[in-house]
């Protein structure tokens, strides 16, 4: 049986179909006549993993545990954890008995105290999240296809091994992106060599967008970078320039690098996923205007920045009820002042699962903007929801 035509029979059942921004023309693979026309739903960040407790390319599964292990300090203040006092953060190769619980629970042991966080939602007995998990999620809610955004693996595993499986199943449901490592700290010759892996990838692979590349911190504006950013253009990938998780002068100073590449390559087509991550209080230190900051580079058109994080407000001791939960007002106001001065082109949704399922479930995730983005028009909402995306990585849509 063609799972498509499965598909098709299913969505055209479904409330997804009856709702604004569902107008379009429906392009996706086994559309017939009979089928009401809309437009390709695109979920811009989404994560597909084996069993985290394996070894998933690194030389063996402890290599693996320490470096989830050393993760928690990038994650702790935002995730909801047993403790606030970061005394009790693990440091990379601290011996605490780091385990990678049930249910999306990370446990340790320090100061004699038992500590967790909840890096996962409780639905996920297991660290693990494969993509036919995440293609049931896609087909209850009315999603085409997804962006997989890297990680949670090694690099090479999961460019020539994991990531390539799925793309190749599923070439209609997932679009791919890939890995390299292009450290600025190297010599010309393996920056090089990495720009021919990342030529293979696209025309071998089947890879339609670069993910990670320059490491955290790097400045993105180096003229060394230059090569990578003319690659991207010339293989017709948008790249992955993210920013945040980081103080308030890094988070800026990141942004007015990504400025000035955006403005020297107008050809390339910039995507920043997790636009909550330098969303805090007003009584953070590090507290900005959002999305002010990222103004200037609307301006180029050719920076484009993720909504559905709605992760970034999952903390209800931090934010309040009001403001940690569904349909998440402080998003909408964001989107909505986007909208009113740069239009909606330069927005993506994406959704981050199956960590959204921390904060929502993926219908509300999707229904953010789907029914609480009554100030666009139904043509805009669209774009938002899948046009933009499918304009990008050059799917027909
Ligand atoms: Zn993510």
Not at 89 to 100: A, C, H, K, L, M
Not at 227 to 250: E, H, M, Q, Y
Not at 274 to 283: E, K, T
Request: proline share 6%; hydrophobic share 35%.
């Amino acid at each position: 049986m063609n799972p498509n035509l499965d598909r098709r029979r299913f969505l055209t059942g479904s409330a997804a179909l009856a709702v604004p921004g569902f107008a379009g023309t429906w392009t996706a693979s086994g559309c017939s006549s009979e089928t009401p026309e809309r437009s390709l739903v695109i979920d811009h960040h989404l994560h597909v993993f084996p069993d985290q407790t394996g070894a998933l390319g690194y030389d063996d599964p402890d290599t693996h545990n320490r470096i989830m292990q050393g993760a928690v300090r990038s994650l702790w203040g935002r995730f909801v954890a047993s403790h606030t006092d970061p005394r009790y953060i693990p440091e990379p190769d601290e011996e605490v008995g780091f385990t990678q619980g049930k249910y999306g629970i990370w446990r340790w042991r320090k100061h004699g105290e038992d500590c967790w966080i909840r890096r996962g939602p409780q639905t996920m007995s297991d660290p693990i999240h494969e993509p036919e998990q995440m293609l049931a999620h896609m087909d209850i809610v009315g999603v085409d296809m997804g962006v997989i955004q890297t990680g949670y693996m090694a690099k090479v595993w999961g460019r020539e091994v994991y990531y390539a499986d799925c793309i190749r199943r599923w070439p209609d449901r997932f679009i791919g992106t890939t890995d390299i490592d292009y450290d600025l700290t190297k010599d010309d010759s393996h920056l090089a060599s990495e720009l021919e892996t990342l030529e293979r990838a696209v025309e071998e692979l089947g890879y339609r967008g670069l993910c990670s590349h320059m490491p955290k911190g790097q400045p993105r504006d180096d003229p060394r970078a230059d090569a990578l950013w003319k690659a991207c253009i010339r293989l017709k990938i948008p790249v992955f320039l993210d920013t945040g998780f980081n103080s308030k002068g890094d988070y800026l100073r990141e942004i007015g690098e990504i400025e000035n590449v955006c403005r020297r390559f107008p050809e390339l087509q910039a995507v920043n996923a997790h636009q909550g991550s330098n969303v805090l209080p007003p009584s953070d230190p590090n507290h900005v205007d959002n999305p002010t900051e990222f103004f200037e580079l609307f301006k180029l058109g050719n920076f484009h920045l993720e909504f559905g994080y709605v992760l970034a407000w999952e903390n209800e001791a931090v934010w309040g009820a009001r403001d940690s939960e569904f349909p998440y007002p402080r998003h909408k106001d964001m989107i909505r002042r986007i909208y009113e001065c740069f239009g909606a082109r330069i927005m993506l949704w994406g959704a981050d699962m199956p960590w959204a399922g921390r904060a929502c479930t993926y219908k509300q995730c999707i229904d953010t903007i789907r029914h609480h983005t009554e100030f666009m028009t139904d043509e805009d909402r669209s774009l938002v929801l899948g046009g933009n995306a499918a304009r990008i990585y050059g799917v027909a849509g």
